[in-house]
């Protein structure tokens, strides 16, 4: 014991002082803080969101201008594009305005009277401007529109609020178990869960990568000869294992950690943008709160953390088994392909789970090894499978990490020492049918 918890303990240290763990660290955190921090770092460049947009207008109709100010400002909130204007009504002629905004960004609304549509529009500007507020202008003014052609028809007033008001949807769900507050937590949860599983997808992927490597590396320099004469192929085998799930588990909590530095560099840097993220997770936390969903995170999150750490320790198992019959890297790469392509596919599953809702093919995947960790957590999310069925996927990971263990390990002993370049498969297949324990 104190031979494996020292090869441990040496593996884990390795990774951790090496160059290449402090250098990827460093680019996780600044990519990270860039990301969450980006408008912060175009404004320090030069950029502005928060930009005034002057707007002047034309309105030869007499009539359009406060029709067309107060829909901007409307379908500004509305659409969420907070741009920040500076509306003028014109008492110049349009030759005067195109010569005034010449050079700057200010942008010319020319509102003319028109036989056949009642007013036409000219967005006059000198230099190209965005899709986006284009296109906010131009729902603006076709807005504007039809609320000075219903005025020009004579209806009056309260009809013709009736007329551009939204119209009123009320929400019906005829099954009894079905409640509209899911249902938004479902498209919720549709966009915030793949988000949060993919980090566990990609450390996956690295510690399959990891894994493949160390051992390789240890098989083409032959050290393997020396540790495997000093320790037993179990201890080694296990202190891989372990060594490398821990220097996993702590780079997600290290990944963790950057997205908290992250936002409070963005408190700290600008209060404004910090406020509107409080004030997103304040609404998400709300609508969790509202539809009795907080209270299923009490089991959810602990489920979902047995079912990562036992997949992790899956994928570990099957990576080392499977390098310890190869003799290079190039072999690995091979062999590992297909680990990558399960594991990817569960990722999409995972995904793509509101898709499938009341399949029992979806339901039975739920429970096959290296899919359950991806899959279980969504389906448990959105509510198409329960509590029993991730603990049926707790159990039976449990179940094949002991197969693993049991009947790896013999491939692994023999395996570790053997440079053969015959098949790998047969050589799999003859060191499980050993008889060697």
């Not at 999310?381 to 707790?394: A, M, P």
């Amino acid at each position: 014991m104190n031979k494996f918890w020292f090869l441990t303990g040496t593996n884990l240290k390795k990774k951790l002082k090496s160059k290449w763990f402090l250098v990827i660290n460093i680019i996780l955190l600044v990519a990270i803080v860039g990301i969450i921090n980006m408008d912060s770092i175009i404004k320090a460049f030069g950029g502005d969101f928060n930009k005034t947009s002057e707007i002047i207008v034309l309105d030869q109709t007499e009539l359009s201008y406060p029709i067309f100010e107060k829909n901007l400002q409307y379908f500004n909130d509305t659409l969420g594009t907070e741009y920040t204007f500076d509306i003028q009504k014109a008492d110049k002629s349009r030759q005067e305005i195109e010569e005034e905004i010449k050079d700057t960004d200010t942008v010319m609304i020319l509102l003319e009277d028109d036989e056949t549509s009642y007013i036409k529009a000219s967005i006059i500007s000198d230099s190209y401007i965005d899709t986006i507020y284009y296109q906010l202008l131009y729902q603006a003014l076709s807005s504007t529109k039809t609320e000075v052609a219903f005025s020009l028809t004579n209806i009056d007033s309260e009809e013709l609020q009736k007329l551009t008001s939204d119209i009123s949807v009320d929400r019906i769900l005829l099954s009894e178990d079905k409640n509209t507050e899911e249902e938004n937590m479902e498209m919720i949860m549709g966009t915030v869960f793949p988000t949060v599983i993919l980090p566990f997808f990609i450390l996956v992927i690295f510690l399959v990568q990891m894994i493949g490597a160390e051992i390789n590396e240890e098989k083409q320099t032959r050290s393997m000869e020396v540790i495997i004469s000093n320790v037993s192929p179990k201890a080694h085998f296990f202190s891989k294992v372990l060594a490398s799930n821990a220097f996993v588990l702590l780079q997600g909590a290290l990944l963790i950690l950057y997205a908290i530095i992250a936002l409070v560099i963005r408190n700290y840097l600008n209060v404004e943008s910090a406020s509107s993220i409080t004030s997103e997770i304040s609404n998400v936390w709300n609508s969790l709160v509202t539809s009795g969903f907080a209270d299923k995170l009490t089991y959810i999150i602990p489920l979902t953390l047995i079912l990562m750490i036992l997949s992790f320790l899956t994928y570990s198992l099957v990576a080392g088994i499977l390098a310890s019959m190869t003799v290079s890297m190039e072999d690995y790469q091979q062999i590992q392909t297909p680990i990558m392509m399960i594991c990817l596919a569960g990722y999409y599953l995972a995904i793509m789970a509101g898709m499938f809702e009341g399949s029992t093919f979806i339901r039975i995947l739920s429970y096959v090894p290296f899919l359950s960790c991806l899959l279980s957590p969504a389906l448990l999310v959105i509510g198409q499978i329960g509590i029993i069925d991730v603990i049926i996927s707790i159990i039976v990971l449990v179940v094949f990490n002991f197969v693993l263990v049991r009947y790896g390990l013999k491939v692994y002993k023999i395996g570790i020492l053997n440079y053969s370049t015959d098949k790998m498969w047969k050589k799999i297949l003859k060191a499980v049918k050993s008889k060697e324990v």
